[in-house]
């Protein structure tokens, strides 16, 4: 087998992201991530097994990133304070990767990752602190006893969707500005 070439395979999950953002997960093919990647179709295998292994690598490699972005957060801060600085932190990240966001969302709202074996271990490797963090402020009393997944949601969930409607140009920062979003989400997460 010949050496893996990592810019290669980073060019191999980019055009399968590409392809996922612009048609969707169902018209991945290697044909068109061979294309997309400008590289032979044989060399796919190479780097993966077949097509189920690279959404697999493509989801977990995003989800990696995106946890090292936003997961910078303090266990021993104040959690109203904890909270605020992790929606900036998505915030910040979205701004330069919306991208990653988005393709996150696509494998989440379809069955896939079942399809991928994707692990619930696996989809939330990186992100323990976060849990924690959560798990701390609802022992606390700082935030709603409610499911981590729930209660997350209403901190990252906005965001991303304010992060898309300035992309879009559906709204504007200047009338509705991310403070406002923050306070809402907080609302919602804080007791």
């Not at 972005?69 to 998505?90: P, R």
Request: proline share 2%; no cysteine.
């Amino acid at each position: 087998m010949r050496a893996q070439d990592k810019e290669k395979q980073e060019r191999i999950l980019s055009g399968t992201s590409h392809i996922i953002m612009t048609q969707g997960i169902a018209a991945v093919s290697l044909s068109k991530i061979a294309k997309e990647a400008g590289i032979a179709p044989g060399t796919l295998y190479t780097y993966f097994d077949n097509k189920d292994a690279m959404l697999k690598a493509l989801y977990l490699d995003r989800k990696q990133k995106v946890a090292e972005a936003i997961t910078q957060i303090s266990l021993a801060g104040e959690f109203e304070h904890e909270l605020d600085h992790f929606m900036d932190l998505v915030y910040e990240y979205g701004k330069k990767h919306l991208e990653d966001f988005l393709l996150l969302r696509e494998f989440t709202q379809t069955p896939i990752l079942k399809t991928l074996g994707v692990t619930h271990e696996e989809s939330y490797s990186g992100y323990e602190k976060l849990m924690t963090f959560v798990s701390l402020g609802v022992k606390n009393g700082a935030f709603l006893a409610i499911d981590y997944q729930v209660l997350m949601a209403y901190a990252y969930t906005p965001v991303i969707e304010y992060l898309l409607a300035i992309n879009n140009g559906t709204l504007n920062s200047k009338t509705v500005p991310f403070e406002m979003i923050k306070q809402l989400s907080k609302r919602a997460i804080l007791k």
